[in-house]
């Protein structure tokens, strides 16, 4: 069983690979090529930088000229806010005076725009989108907060399902995660599946890698183990089973490190420890390898 589902997630790493990659592309402005992503298509269409946590922003008039919203400092600190008048021209004079300058603020506006010049014009609202990240993992685990005399080791595998705010670099994010947890037949008849609902932060937050620190604080499971029922001093063992819904609040840190457009090899280092559930004396060795991408 442990082999097929190793096969498994080998297969599923190579198939999500696959579907990570991104209809980006390259473009060249005012002589500097960058690699830009298509947020708002419409009469008038809005490009994001993806190179830098800098967060440009294009606008695309339809003779497909495109221009940077631009909003430098003068010499005494302050935002010029050229990219107002960027937008009022692009426009033929609607209004930007209450335009920001974020991708929210922004793409409301050129969506509003759009939306006056075609009526099959159907708006994505910025600020009510949500990023959705979907990610599988495997590796090992000493159950820590379960009985375990020969601190045990067996393998596990999940997967993940991620919402954030819709921008490049999202710092606060829910998940709902599930996890099996294999039984070692010999040492350690002992399995569960886990579905649990968490917190991240990521408080390094960076293009190529993020570092961040989770919490579950919901937690269902549905478990088998072994018993030992002795009578008249000889041991008979008995399978059975459980469900045990917590708020354990089970505190866990882990890295994304970027390998493509859309896709994070992720590393967690997971259990390691929990407000509510007490540690039965082992270690945390709870390690998770896998591959997060962006629906």
Same mark, same amino acid.
């Given at each position: 069983?442990?082999?097929?589902?190793?096969?498994?997630? /080998?297969?599923?790493?190579?198939f999500l690979?696959?579907?990570?990659?991104?209809?980006? &592309?390259?473009?060249?402005?005012?002589?500097?090529?960058?690699?830009?992503?298509l947020?708002?298509?419409?009469?008038?269409?809005?490009?994001?930088?993806?190179d830098?946590?800098?967060? @440009? $922003?294009?606008?695309?008039?339809?003779?497909? !000229?495109? !221009?940077?919203?631009?909003?430098?400092r %003068?010499?005494?600190?302050?935002?010029?806010? +050229?990219?107002?008048?960027?937008?009022?021209?692009?426009?033929?004079?609607?209004?930007a005076?209450?335009?920001?300058?974020?991708?929210?603020?922004?793409?409301? $506006? /050129?969506e509003?725009?759009?939306?006056?010049?075609?009526?099959?014009?159907?708006?994505?609202?910025?600020?009510?989108?949500?990023?959705?990240?979907?990610?599988?993992?495997?590796?090992?685990?000493?159950?820590?907060?379960?009985?375990?005399? +020969?601190?045990?080791?067996?393998?596990?595998?999940?997967?993940? *399902? &991620?919402?954030? &705010?819709? @921008?490049?670099?999202? @710092? #606060?994010?829910? *998940?709902?995660q /599930?996890? #099996?947890?294999?039984?070692?037949?010999? %040492?350690?008849?002992?399995?569960? !599946?886990?579905?649990?609902?968490?917190?991240?932060?990521?408080?390094?937050?960076?293009?190529?890698?993020?570092? $961040?620190?989770?919490?579950?604080?919901?937690?269902?499971?549905?478990?088998?183990?072994? =018993?030992?029922?002795?009578?008249?001093?000889?041991?008979? *063992?008995?399978?059975?089973?459980?469900?045990?819904?917590?708020?354990?609040?089970?505190?866990?840190?882990?890295?994304?490190?970027?390998?493509?457009?859309?896709? $994070?090899?992720?590393?967690?280092?997971?259990?390691?420890?929990? =407000? *509510?559930? &007490?540690?039965?004396?082992?270690?945390?060795? %709870?390690?998770?390898?896998?591959?997060?991408?962006?629906?």
């Amino acid at each position: 069983m442990a082999v097929i589902m190793k096969k498994l997630v /080998v297969v599923l790493f190579v198939f999500l690979g696959v579907l990570t990659l991104n209809a980006q &592309e390259t473009y060249t402005v005012n002589g500097e090529s960058l690699i830009l992503k298509l947020k708002v298509e419409g009469t008038l269409d809005l490009l994001m930088s993806t190179d830098d946590n800098s967060y @440009r $922003y294009f606008i695309r008039s339809t003779n497909a !000229t495109i !221009t940077e919203l631009l909003n430098t400092r %003068d010499d005494e600190g302050l935002f010029r806010e +050229e990219y107002k008048a960027t937008l009022e021209t692009a426009t033929s004079g609607r209004s930007a005076a209450d335009v920001r300058f974020t991708y929210p603020s922004i793409s409301t $506006y /050129v969506e509003m725009y759009d939306e006056s010049q075609d009526e099959n014009f159907e708006a994505l609202r910025s600020k009510w989108k949500v990023q959705k990240r979907l990610s599988i993992f495997a590796g090992v685990t000493n159950s820590p907060f379960v009985t375990n005399p +020969e601190n045990s080791k067996t393998p596990l595998f999940g997967a993940e *399902f &991620e919402l954030s &705010e819709d @921008r490049d670099y999202p @710092r #606060h994010s829910g *998940f709902l995660q /599930v996890r #099996h947890v294999l039984e070692d037949e010999t %040492d350690f008849q002992y399995s569960t !599946t886990e579905i649990s609902l968490g917190y991240r932060f990521r408080f390094i937050n960076k293009k190529a890698f993020n570092i $961040y620190a989770d919490v579950k604080t919901v937690t269902v499971n549905f478990s088998n183990f072994e =018993v030992d029922d002795t009578l008249d001093n000889a041991p008979i *063992f008995a399978k059975e089973s459980s469900t045990a819904f917590d708020v354990p609040f089970i505190f866990a840190i882990g890295a994304d490190f970027k390998i493509a457009d859309n896709g $994070y090899l992720t590393l967690g280092f997971n259990q390691l420890f929990a =407000v *509510f559930l &007490e540690n039965q004396g082992n270690f945390p060795t %709870d390690v998770t390898l896998g591959y997060r991408m962006k629906l």
